[in-house]
């Protein structure tokens, strides 16, 4: 039946945007587990990954796999950056001035894009496929499941890398306690770094995604920002609780914009936002302890 098409469809999409949600939540929880710095610039890191795009594809007018080399080593680049210019200098000072710089340092690359590439939106064409793919009677935007797949594998790549790989490990370590990590002889600025860099990194990817289903502009912000309520929902310290948020929150955003209003979607994410923190502060699969968030 129609309804049950238009459903499937939905859910899909949903499921198509959560997936890179949950890319870029990954990445917030990678950077807060590591250094314990709430990232409100994270929705900022999706623009920077789609301007980067921009840059690579239309500027510069790479080839597709050197522009992918390009966004994903420029983001890397400047997650590292930010840390050794911003956050290291702050480590030990309270969470507020820590929260305030990354709340600034949105609002300065903002500008700061919006000074080099002008406020209009700018059209983002990759090679990566854009046809529909027809499932029985489900029309699928093949770009959608591009991007879902992309997503899934770089989740499934980082989450090997932290269980199986030594720097991984190092990096685990480092997060559950920094003294501990510094007593083995670990150095936890630069597995600091790594975070950020990873963190900057997974943002952008998504920013990749997000510029070509929509449209390049810093205005892709708030849509990073979604990234908050799915990693808060899933649970702060929870990498697999970032990506189900993440998935969470694109189902619930596309059956809100679906069934009741276009607008209304944010009223039902905050809504479950709000829900979770009354009733389980520590989100879905955070541990119980963590009742400060």
């Not at 080593?73 to 930010?82: E, F, M, R, Y």
């Not at 600091?192 to 997974?202: E, Y």
């Not at 810093?218 to 990693?231: M, R």
């Amino acid at each position: 039946s129609p309804g049950t098409i238009m459903l499937g469809q939905v859910l899909f999409g949903g499921l198509a945007v959560g997936s890179i949600y949950g890319l870029v939540a990954l990445g917030f929880a990678v950077i807060f587990k590591a250094t314990e710095v709430f990232n409100f610039a994270q929705g900022m890191f999706v623009v920077c990954g789609a301007y980067l795009a921009v840059t690579a594809m239309s500027v510069l007018g790479l080839s597709f796999p050197v522009g992918i080399v390009f966004i994903i080593g420029a983001a890397a680049l400047l997650g590292v950056v930010i840390h050794a210019l911003l956050i290291q200098p702050l480590s030990g000072r309270p969470m507020l001035s820590v929260i305030m710089i990354t709340i600034a340092l949105s609002i300065v690359l903002r500008a700061l894009i919006e000074m080099m590439y002008g406020s209009a939106g700018r059209p983002l064409s990759t090679p990566l496929p854009s046809g529909v793919l027809t499932l029985g009677n489900l029309r699928i935007s093949q770009l959608h499941l591009t991007a879902m797949l992309v997503s899934w594998v770089c989740m499934a790549g980082f989450g090997a890398f932290f269980r199986f790989t030594p720097m991984g490990l190092l990096m685990r370590a480092t997060a559950d306690g920094h003294e501990a990590a510094v007593v083995s002889g670990i150095n936890v600025n630069v597995m600091n770094r790594m975070a950020w860099a990873i963190g900057c990194l997974l943002a952008a990817i998504g920013g990749l995604f997000l510029g070509q289903l929509q449209i390049v502009s810093t205005e892709l912000e708030s849509i990073g920002l979604l990234a908050l309520p799915a990693v808060v929902i899933g649970g702060m310290q929870s990498i697999p609780g970032a990506i189900v948020g993440g998935l969470l929150v694109g189902l619930v955003e596309q059956l809100a914009a679906s069934y009741v209003s276009p607008k209304s979607s944010d009223i039902f994410i905050y809504g479950l936002l709000l829900f979770i923190l009354m009733f389980r502060p520590w989100g879905l699969f955070g541990q119980r302890e963590l009742g400060r968030v």
